[in-house]
């Protein structure tokens, strides 16, 4: 974590920012945060806009930015894995074919690589024909980025958000499964009544959701808001799978549940 203290240029007592300094790092260590280490940038993000080369306006972006890149970490990326890139959108080009956009989760993908079509509908094998990158061609897009695939003989309506492209025989379409999951409180935006076995939410995986009935352990006649469970579910179609998959249960368009697929059954 890097904090930003904005508004400095309201104080004019440096002795009131150093204050409020520590009592942002008293915070910072009171909920696990390295409160003595966590760089703090004090500035003005207003003095910032309006060109100001000072130590609060742009000097301060130009910390910010410092912070970031030395502090942060840079995230893993699972290159090593069987490529997987949930689908987010799917266009047609004239004369190219159809290309469908989404964030590689895991591997690569090259040019000329075999891929399958996974997901809500039957599984359709097709070739990668390019690589697309915030409008530049590439050989190859891996875990992290955000690419557009082109596809080799697919039609648009072959294709659509929900499924996945994965390396042939990497991940299979399932419709059972067992999980655990864990039902939002009140307090936290869950449901404010305990559903019961037949409830038929939407089971949200990576890019779309998914209706499916819920069968509760035997002895279970309920399941309370905050209540962590072992449930089976089916679903009304089949969606790229395996264990370890996390999901949310959503109904009515707010997020009710968490969980976690447990073990595929069929």
Not at 172 to 177: A, D, G, S, Y
Not at 203 to 229: C, H, K, Q
Not at 254 to 264: F, L
């Given at each position: 974590i890097i904090v930003y203290m904005n508004k400095a240029d309201m104080v004019d007592d440096k002795e009131l920012l150093e204050l409020v300094e520590m009592e942002v790092r008293e915070l910072l260590s009171k909920y696990q945060f390295p409160g003595e280490k966590t760089p703090i940038v004090i500035g003005s993000a207003k003095m910032a806009l309006e060109g100001d080369k000072g130590e609060l306006g742009e000097g301060?972006?130009?910390?910010?930015?410092?912070?970031?890149?030395?502090?942060?970490?840079?995230?893993?990326?699972?290159?090593?894995?069987?490529?997987?890139?949930?689908?987010?959108?799917?266009?047609?080009?004239?004369?190219?074919?159809t290309v469908v956009t989404g964030r590689v989760e895991r591997g690569i993908v090259k040019v000329g690589d075999t891929l399958e079509i996974i997901g809500l509908k039957p599984t359709l094998v097709t070739v990668c024909t390019g690589v697309e990158m915030f409008r530049k061609l590439l050989d190859q897009g891996q875990a992290g980025d955000n690419i557009g695939v082109l596809l080799r003989g697919t039609k648009r309506e072959e294709v659509e958000r929900?499924?996945?492209?994965?390396?042939?025989?990497?991940?299979?379409?399932?419709?059972?499964?067992?999980?655990?999951?864990?039902?939002?409180?009140?307090?936290?935006?869950?449901?404010?009544?305990?559903?019961?076995?037949?409830?038929?939410?939407?089971?949200?995986?990576?890019?779309?959701?998914?209706?499916?009935?819920?069968?509760?352990?035997?002895?279970?006649?309920?399941?309370?808001?905050?209540?962590?469970?072992?449930?089976?579910?089916?679903?009304?179609?089949?969606?790229?799978?395996?264990?370890?998959?996390?999901?949310?249960?959503?109904?009515?368009?707010?997020?009710?549940?968490?969980?976690?697929?447990?073990?595929?059954?069929?």
């Open positions: 301060s972006i130009f910390k910010l930015a410092e912070a970031l890149d030395s502090y942060i970490p840079q995230p893993e990326r699972l290159i090593d894995g069987p490529f997987l890139m949930p689908v987010e959108d799917v266009f047609s080009i004239s004369g190219r074919g929900g499924q996945v492209l994965a390396k042939p025989g990497s991940i299979t379409p399932h419709t059972k499964f067992t999980c655990e999951v864990y039902v939002l409180s009140k307090e936290e935006g869950g449901r404010h009544t305990p559903f019961f076995p037949g409830y038929r939410p939407q089971f949200y995986f990576r890019t779309t959701d998914v209706t499916g009935s819920i069968e509760l352990p035997a002895g279970t006649e309920m399941v309370m808001p905050g209540d962590n469970i072992g449930m089976t579910v089916q679903l009304i179609a089949p969606i790229a799978m395996e264990e370890g998959l996390r999901f949310a249960i959503r109904e009515g368009g707010r997020t009710v549940g968490a969980g976690v697929v447990a073990k595929v059954i069929e």
